[in-house]
């Protein structure tokens, strides 16, 4: 297993971010890391379902299925795709990242895995009743309506820019 | 059994949601990993292997980008920015909510409920709109980003979202004070903001 020099940077600065805090003050250190810990403990399902997810991902979706769907080739309505998977798509932003990774990986455009990370995190069919509950029904549906038509727009200024 | 009888109230709800974005996902990757093992348990094993090994090639990057976490979490203080936003109205207040939008971490049942209150305390539409946008970043996530998409795709992507989270939050805005039954909510935003949108690239 080779060591990924990246995490052992980050972990180095993550840890003088904790070491500094420390300094000013133990209690807040100690705060934080309780904070990361039981986020990190509450996401350990999570995260092993994802990652068992990039690997069904990987063994049994074809890439041609991929490129149909979410390929460069299928233009505005792979945009779309991507966004409504995302919609629907239900689990915290970090999980999205590796899907989003596997999916760019088996030749999906570039824009449409931007549209489907960004309608993963701005919409939530899921969480819509309880957005709506907060916030108004009037209110919930514009917002993610308009979160879904930005998804798509932001993909595109993705694939127009790189 | 106490509870029971609530099963509308807020909390309850809080509950259900939050059980379904997070453990959703579990048990729908459980039940195609027995369906991958009756049709073709040689591949199931070797997807289980290739989740593996990815996990295991970034997992100090997660443990890291949860540090991060923790840290924004003792450093943000969630309450008086919140206090700050409601107060002032104006273009830079809607940037400086998506500023903090980027750094706002916490599941949706803690965040909905603390923009409830931003709003309450009298900050427009824009203002929680441009923020909930501007969640999408996930500033600390970008360690995780950058790993599994590259950090062209992490930069851009982040800029776009971060301008369109602006913008989303005085359309958002406009479009509340055109179909809204409330005459009073015209007075919270008098400003008129361009809702022909351009799409930006």
Redesign the interface.
């Known amino acids: ?4 020099p ?3 940077v ?2 180095t ?3 003088a ?2 070491a500094a ?1 420390r300094y000013r003050s133990a209690a ?2 100690r ?7 039981k ?2 403990l ?2 350990l ?12 991902f ?3 979706v074809p890439a041609s299925l991929v490129e149909r769907w979410l390929g460069a080739a299928a233009g505005p309505s792979s945009l779309l795709v991507g966004a409504v998977l995302g919609s629907v798509a ?6 999205a ?2 899907i ?2 596997s999916l ?1 990986g088996a030749g999906a455009w ?1 824009a449409a ?2 549209a489907f ?2 309608s993963w ?2 919409v ?1 069919v ?2 819509l ?3 709506g ?3 108004g029904w ?2 919930a549906l ?2 993610n309506g ?2 879904f038509l ?1 998804a798509m ?2 993909g ?3 694939g ?3 | 059994m106490k509870g029971q009888t609530e099963s509308l109230q807020p909390r309850r709800l809080t509950q259900i949601v939050g059980f379904l974005r997070r453990e959703g996902l579990v048990v729908v990757v459980a039940g195609l990993y027995l369906w991958a093992f009756v049709a073709d348990r040689h591949s199931a094993l070797r997807a289980l292997a290739t989740g593996g090994r990815v996990f295991l090639s970034v997992v100090l990057i997660i443990v890291a980008v949860f540090g991060i976490l923790g840290l924004f979490q003792v450093w943000v203080d969630k309450k008086k920015v919140a206090a700050r936003l409601g107060e002032r109205a104006g273009v830079g207040t809607v940037v400086l909510s998506a500023a903090f939008g980027t750094v706002l971490v916490g599941p949706v049942y803690v965040v909905f409920p603390l923009l409830k209150a931003v709003r309450e305390h009298g900050a427009r539409w824009a203002v929680v709109t441009a923020i909930l946008a501007a969640w999408a970043v996930k500033i600390p996530m970008v360690p995780l980003e950058v790993e599994f998409l590259g950090w062209r795709f992490a930069l851009v992507r982040t800029v776009l979202t971060f301008a369109g989270a602006v913008v989303m939050g005085l359309l958002v805005e406009r479009m509340m004070i055109w179909w809204s039954p409330d005459p009073r909510q015209i007075q919270i935003s008098a400003e008129g903001v361009g809702a022909a949108e351009e799409p930006r690239g």
């Open positions: 297993m080779p060591i990924d990246t995490g052992v980050l972990i600065l993550v840890g971010g904790y805090t807040k250190a705060q934080a890391a309780r904070i990361a810990r986020s990190l509450g996401m399902p999570t995260f092993a379902a994802v990652f068992g997810l990039v690997g069904l990987q063994v049994f239900a689990g915290p932003p970090a999980a990242f590796p989003a990774g760019l570039m895995v931007a990370i960004v995190v701005l939530g899921v969480s009743p309880f957005e509950r907060v916030f009037r209110y514009m917002r308009t979160c930005f727009v932001i595109l200024g993705m127009w820019l790189l």
